[in-house]
Protein backbone atom coordinates (compact mmCIF):
# COMPACT_ATOMS: atom_id res chain seq x y z
CA UNK A 1 0.00 0.00 0.00
CA UNK A 2 1.14 3.73 -0.97
CA UNK A 3 1.74 6.15 1.60
CA UNK A 4 -0.88 8.38 0.40
CA UNK A 5 -4.38 10.03 1.49
CA UNK A 6 -6.50 7.58 1.29
CA UNK A 7 -8.86 9.38 -1.53
CA UNK A 8 -6.01 8.39 -4.13
CA UNK A 9 -4.87 5.05 -3.27
CA UNK A 10 -6.84 3.35 -5.72
CA UNK A 11 -5.53 6.07 -8.31
CA UNK A 12 -2.32 6.06 -7.74
CA UNK A 13 -1.66 2.30 -7.67
CA UNK A 14 -3.62 2.23 -11.42
CA UNK A 15 -1.59 4.53 -12.52
CA UNK A 16 1.83 3.32 -11.06
CA UNK A 17 0.67 -0.16 -12.68
CA UNK A 18 0.45 2.19 -16.22
CA UNK A 19 4.19 2.28 -16.26
CA UNK A 20 6.09 0.76 -18.11
CA UNK A 21 7.32 -2.76 -15.57
CA UNK A 22 11.10 -1.54 -17.24
CA UNK A 23 10.54 2.18 -15.66
CA UNK A 24 9.08 0.82 -12.37
CA UNK A 25 12.26 -1.62 -11.72
CA UNK A 26 14.37 1.43 -12.65
CA UNK A 27 12.28 4.00 -9.81
CA UNK A 28 12.96 0.44 -7.44
CA UNK A 29 16.76 1.36 -7.58
CA UNK A 30 16.85 4.69 -6.75
CA UNK A 31 19.62 7.19 -7.46
CA UNK A 32 17.20 9.72 -8.59
CA UNK A 33 15.46 13.33 -7.31
CA UNK A 34 13.82 13.39 -5.20
CA UNK A 35 14.50 10.01 -3.42
CA UNK A 36 11.72 7.63 -3.77
CA UNK A 37 9.57 8.43 -0.54
CA UNK A 38 9.31 11.64 -1.96
CA UNK A 39 8.00 11.04 -5.30
CA UNK A 40 4.27 11.04 -4.58
CA UNK A 41 4.59 13.65 -1.73
CA UNK A 42 2.09 15.76 -3.81
CA UNK A 43 -0.76 12.85 -3.44
CA UNK A 44 -0.14 13.12 0.54
CA UNK A 45 -1.07 16.46 1.27
CA UNK A 46 -4.38 17.31 -1.07
CA UNK A 47 -7.18 15.07 -1.26
CA UNK A 48 -8.51 13.91 -4.61
CA UNK A 49 -12.13 15.89 -3.63
CA UNK A 50 -10.08 19.29 -2.84
CA UNK A 51 -8.71 19.20 -6.13
CA UNK A 52 -9.48 21.99 -8.49
CA UNK A 53 -6.43 22.28 -10.73
CA UNK A 54 -3.45 20.32 -11.04
CA UNK A 55 0.00 22.79 -11.61
CA UNK A 56 1.87 20.89 -14.22
CA UNK A 57 5.84 21.94 -13.77
CA UNK A 58 8.66 20.23 -15.54
CA UNK A 59 10.37 18.00 -13.41
CA UNK A 60 11.85 18.24 -9.68
CA UNK A 61 14.59 20.80 -8.81
CA UNK A 62 17.62 19.25 -9.55
CA UNK A 63 19.11 19.55 -5.85
CA UNK A 64 17.96 16.72 -3.15
CA UNK A 65 17.36 19.40 -1.19
CA UNK A 66 15.22 21.96 -2.91
CA UNK A 67 13.37 18.58 -4.64
CA UNK A 68 10.30 18.43 -1.93
CA UNK A 69 8.12 15.70 -4.52
CA UNK A 70 5.77 19.30 -4.93
CA UNK A 71 6.30 20.95 -7.91
CA UNK A 72 7.73 24.57 -7.62
CA UNK A 73 7.89 24.51 -3.78
CA UNK A 74 11.67 24.32 -3.47
CA UNK A 75 12.85 22.37 0.23
CA UNK A 76 16.13 24.55 0.28
CA UNK A 77 14.46 28.13 0.90
CA UNK A 78 14.21 28.69 4.71
CA UNK A 79 12.60 32.00 4.18
CA UNK A 80 10.54 33.94 1.68
CA UNK A 81 11.50 37.20 2.73
CA UNK A 82 14.46 38.92 4.22
CA UNK A 83 15.01 42.42 5.51
CA UNK A 84 16.46 43.40 2.09
CA UNK A 85 13.05 42.47 0.30
CA UNK A 86 13.54 38.77 -0.94
CA UNK A 87 15.81 36.00 0.79
CA UNK A 88 18.87 35.23 -0.41
CA UNK A 89 17.46 32.04 -1.27
CA UNK A 90 14.60 32.38 -2.85
CA UNK A 91 16.78 35.35 -5.74
CA UNK A 92 18.87 32.29 -6.54
CA UNK A 93 15.48 30.45 -7.27
CA UNK A 94 14.67 32.34 -10.67
CA UNK A 95 11.56 30.54 -11.31
CA UNK A 96 10.48 31.26 -7.55
CA UNK A 97 11.59 34.84 -7.39
CA UNK A 98 9.56 35.92 -9.63
CA UNK A 99 6.77 33.75 -9.41
CA UNK A 100 6.84 35.76 -5.86
CA UNK A 101 6.92 39.36 -7.70
CA UNK A 102 4.28 37.93 -10.07
CA UNK A 103 1.91 37.22 -6.30
CA UNK A 104 2.82 40.56 -4.56
CA UNK A 105 2.34 42.56 -7.62
CA UNK A 106 -1.27 40.81 -7.83
CA UNK A 107 -2.27 41.92 -4.56
CA UNK A 108 -1.16 45.65 -5.47
CA UNK A 109 1.96 45.36 -3.32
CA UNK A 110 4.67 46.26 -5.88
CA UNK A 111 4.16 47.93 -9.24
CA UNK A 112 5.64 47.58 -12.52
CA UNK A 113 7.72 49.89 -12.93
CA UNK A 114 9.60 48.96 -9.16
CA UNK A 115 10.43 45.88 -8.68
CA UNK A 116 13.80 45.79 -6.86
CA UNK A 117 14.30 44.79 -3.74
CA UNK A 118 13.99 48.07 -1.85
CA UNK A 119 10.26 48.06 -2.90
CA UNK A 120 10.12 44.71 -1.57
CA UNK A 121 11.92 45.79 1.56
CA UNK A 122 9.44 48.70 2.09
CA UNK A 123 6.52 45.89 2.11
CA UNK A 124 4.60 45.45 5.38
CA UNK A 125 4.28 41.87 5.71
CA UNK A 126 2.40 41.57 8.64
CA UNK A 127 0.01 39.63 6.44
CA UNK A 128 1.97 37.84 4.82
CA UNK A 129 3.69 34.25 4.70
CA UNK A 130 7.10 33.38 4.94
CA UNK A 131 7.92 29.41 4.03
CA UNK A 132 7.26 27.05 1.26
CA UNK A 133 5.24 25.02 3.54
CA UNK A 134 2.92 27.81 4.08
CA UNK A 135 3.06 28.33 -0.15
CA UNK A 136 1.88 24.85 -0.33
CA UNK A 137 -0.72 24.85 2.01
CA UNK A 138 -1.98 27.75 -0.05
CA UNK A 139 -1.91 26.63 -3.28
CA UNK A 140 -3.86 23.04 -1.75
CA UNK A 141 -6.13 25.36 0.28
CA UNK A 142 -7.12 27.00 -3.52
CA UNK A 143 -7.47 22.60 -4.90
CA UNK A 144 -3.86 23.20 -6.47
CA UNK A 145 -2.00 19.79 -6.96
CA UNK A 146 1.08 20.73 -7.54
CA UNK A 147 2.70 17.73 -9.74
CA UNK A 148 5.54 17.67 -13.04
CA UNK A 149 5.33 16.29 -16.28
CA UNK A 150 8.43 13.78 -15.07
CA UNK A 151 8.10 13.36 -11.30
CA UNK A 152 11.91 12.59 -10.97
CA UNK A 153 14.69 14.38 -12.06
CA UNK A 154 17.97 12.23 -13.63
CA UNK A 155 20.08 15.11 -15.44
CA UNK A 156 19.00 17.67 -18.36
CA UNK A 157 19.61 14.75 -20.83
CA UNK A 158 16.95 12.94 -19.82
CA UNK A 159 14.65 14.81 -18.71
CA UNK A 160 12.44 14.53 -21.55
CA UNK A 161 12.88 10.66 -21.60
CA UNK A 162 11.58 10.90 -18.00
CA UNK A 163 8.95 12.90 -19.01
CA UNK A 164 7.95 10.44 -21.77
CA UNK A 165 8.34 7.37 -19.24
CA UNK A 166 5.40 9.49 -16.56
CA UNK A 167 3.05 9.96 -19.58
CA UNK A 168 0.83 6.60 -19.18
CA UNK A 169 0.94 7.72 -15.51
CA UNK A 170 -0.77 11.17 -15.99
CA UNK A 171 -2.90 9.47 -18.43
CA UNK A 172 -4.34 7.36 -15.98
CA UNK A 173 -4.78 9.94 -13.28
CA UNK A 174 -6.36 12.39 -15.48
CA UNK A 175 -8.84 9.94 -16.74
CA UNK A 176 -9.82 9.22 -13.10
CA UNK A 177 -10.40 13.34 -12.41
CA UNK A 178 -13.35 15.19 -12.79
CA UNK A 179 -13.46 17.10 -16.17
CA UNK A 180 -14.10 20.47 -14.35
CA UNK A 181 -10.41 20.25 -13.16
CA UNK A 182 -8.07 22.82 -14.86
CA UNK A 183 -4.96 21.70 -16.06
CA UNK A 184 -2.25 25.31 -15.29
CA UNK A 185 0.70 24.49 -17.73
CA UNK A 186 4.12 25.84 -17.13
CA UNK A 187 6.38 26.33 -19.75
CA UNK A 188 6.40 24.28 -23.18
CA UNK A 189 7.59 21.30 -21.67
CA UNK A 190 4.01 20.98 -19.59
CA UNK A 191 2.23 22.09 -22.65
CA UNK A 192 2.96 18.81 -24.43
CA UNK A 193 0.39 17.26 -21.91
CA UNK A 194 -2.30 18.80 -24.13
CA UNK A 195 -1.21 16.40 -26.60
CA UNK A 196 -2.71 13.52 -24.88
CA UNK A 197 -5.87 12.09 -25.81
CA UNK A 198 -7.32 12.29 -21.88
CA UNK A 199 -6.67 15.90 -21.63
CA UNK A 200 -8.96 17.50 -23.99
CA UNK A 201 -11.37 16.97 -21.63
CA UNK A 202 -10.16 19.80 -19.15
CA UNK A 203 -9.96 23.29 -19.30
CA UNK A 204 -6.06 24.37 -20.04
CA UNK A 205 -4.61 27.17 -18.57
CA UNK A 206 -1.51 27.60 -20.36
CA UNK A 207 1.28 30.27 -19.56
CA UNK A 208 5.30 30.64 -19.24
CA UNK A 209 7.36 28.97 -17.41
CA UNK A 210 7.95 31.43 -14.46
CA UNK A 211 11.78 31.15 -14.85
CA UNK A 212 11.13 33.75 -17.49
CA UNK A 213 10.93 37.62 -16.31
CA UNK A 214 7.81 38.29 -18.34
CA UNK A 215 5.76 35.78 -16.15
CA UNK A 216 6.03 38.35 -13.64
CA UNK A 217 3.68 40.76 -15.79
CA UNK A 218 2.09 37.95 -17.22
CA UNK A 219 -2.41 39.03 -17.29
CA UNK A 220 -3.27 35.04 -17.53
CA UNK A 221 -0.88 34.17 -14.54
CA UNK A 222 -2.57 37.52 -12.57
CA UNK A 223 -5.76 36.21 -13.88
CA UNK A 224 -5.55 32.64 -12.32
CA UNK A 225 -3.67 33.19 -9.03
CA UNK A 226 -4.47 36.67 -8.17
CA UNK A 227 -7.38 35.50 -6.66
CA UNK A 228 -6.08 32.55 -4.83
CA UNK A 229 -3.71 35.39 -2.41
CA UNK A 230 -1.20 32.64 -2.11
CA UNK A 231 1.11 34.75 -0.58
CA UNK A 232 -1.44 36.19 2.22
CA UNK A 233 -2.00 34.27 5.99
CA UNK A 234 -5.10 32.72 6.16
Do not use: C
Not at 128 to 135: C, F, G
Not at 226 to 231: A, N, Y
Amino acid sequence: MLDLHPEWQEDIAAAYHALSSEYRGYLQKGGYIPARPKIFNAFKTLPKSKVRYILFGQDPYPREASATGHAFIDGAVDSIFSPSGLSKQVNRATSLRNFVKMALLSEGLLIPEDLSQQAIAAIDKRGLIDSMRELRENFERNGVLLLNAALIFEDKKASTRHAREWRPFIRTLLTRLDSDTGLILFGNFAKTITNIPEAGRFAHHSMEHPYNHTFITSEKAHQLFGPMHLLRKN
